[in-house]
């Protein structure tokens, strides 16, 4: 049990004293990119499952 204890007091001191947060201002512009890659990410895959499925449908039609 001291063990974990003593795990529990390092992972405190490290995450206040060592850690270096971002600013806010950082944090909202890296969370902005993030959204915006997603959506260009789901954009695309969205345009090749679009022209996949109408190329599967063109070759078992005929």
């Known amino acids: 049990m001291r ?3 003593n795990y529990l007091k390092e992972s405190y001191t490290e995450m206040t ?3 270096s947060w971002p600013t806010w201002a950082k944090l909202q ?3 902005i990119v993030v959204m915006v890659a ?3 990410f789901a954009a695309v895959i969205f345009v090749m ?3 996949f499925q109408n190329l599967m ?3 078992y039609t005929l």
């Open 17 to 19: 004293k060592k850690v």
């Open 57 to 59: 449908t063109a070759i």
């Open 3 to 5: 063990k974990f204890i």
């Open 38 to 40: 997603s959506v260009i």
């Open 29 to 31: 512009s890296s969370a």
């Open 49 to 51: 499952d679009f022209a």
